[in-house]
């Protein structure tokens, strides 16, 4: 079992940054392929970005690419999500995943490829 648990959400002006961060106890996350995805009120759940089981390979939704970044902190155990330009269309609930994959390089896009889930984090990003 995998507990996964977000950190870092809050209030932020419009072209301000954050960083998300998504730390694991009983298992090391670096076994696992890992996701990050957002909800925001009366929408569903979208993913923002996900990165391979090593590491090397990464995703992102179009809407985040070369505003957030996707990374992993081996040493804490957790993997980042760096938000900057934030706009306030990227408020929502972010939530991380995890699920083990079948090749280290594969990335996952979809919520039900993964398995286990954190409880979220507000963001909310003011005009």
């Known amino acids: 079992q995998v507990q996964l648990v977000e950190s870092g959400g809050g209030l932020v002006q419009a072209g301000g940054s954050l960083r998300l961060s998504c730390a694991a106890s009983g298992r090391t996350l670096s076994n696992y392929a890992m996701g990050w995805f957002r909800q925001a009120p009366g929408k569903e759940r979208e993913i923002v970005a996900a990165?391979?089981?090593?590491?090397?390979?990464?995703n992102y939704a179009d809407s985040m690419k070369g505003r957030f970044t996707i990374s992993r902190d081996k040493a804490n155990n957790a993997v980042d999500l760096q938000m900057n330009s934030l706009k306030p269309d990227d408020t929502a609930v972010y939530y991380c995943a995890a699920r083990q994959p079948l090749y280290s390089i594969t990335t996952y896009s979809r919520s039900d490829d993964y398995d286990y889930w954190g409880q979220g984090t507000q963001v909310t990003v003011s005009s």
């Open positions: 990165i391979s089981r090593g590491g090397g390979h990464t």
